[in-house]
């Protein structure tokens, strides 16, 4: 097996299912702490580097929001854009068997579910942000607007320095 097709994740897959042009960087992460450590370990900025927090609303149904690294999510403009009264982060233990990933590799491409999506407005500005490449030690930089198309999600200010 080539190595390139080693490092290819289910994310990777369905984006060139989507013939969506992306890149992919790889690093070495013994232990995974959050974004900004890998961020600063890998000299990204922490504006364009998107982490990916799932919720559960209080219908029951799962969303997906992805943010820059060192903000947090707005729990009250999170569920407004889903269409919910309340949202609640989803509990470390059940990352896996919601989404298929672990924390630290978790990325909205590739669910084991195509889950509600809303990316930070912010990521409108940058021609190509980075977000979880499907596993801890992979990274993908894409187009924002080509994240949206093929989650089929959107656009939506959900931090709270906005």
């Not at 924002?144 to 709270?160: A, H, N, Q, W, Y």
């Amino acid at each position: 097996m080539s190595k390139d097709k080693e490092v290819k994740t289910n994310a990777m897959r369905i984006l060139d299912r989507n013939k969506v042009k992306y890149k992919v960087n790889t690093y070495e992460c013994d232990e995974f702490i959050d974004g900004i450590h890998i961020a600063d370990m890998l000299g990204q900025p922490y504006e364009s580097s998107f982490k990916t927090l799932v919720t559960v609303g209080k219908s029951g149904n799962y969303y997906v929001f992805a943010i820059p690294i060192a903000e947090e999510l707005d729990m009250k403009k999170a569920a407004k854009s889903v269409g919910e009264k309340s949202v609640e982060m989803l509990h470390v233990k059940d990352i896996n068997s919601v989404t298929g990933y672990i924390r630290g590799g978790c990325t909205p491409l590739g669910m084991k579910k195509q889950y509600m999506t809303v990316v930070d407005s912010s990521a409108e500005q940058f021609e190509e942000i980075i977000i979880s490449g499907g596993r801890i030690g992979s990274q993908i930089m894409l187009s924002p607007k080509d994240l949206i198309k093929v989650t089929r999600g959107k656009f939506e200010s959900i931090t709270m320095s906005e």
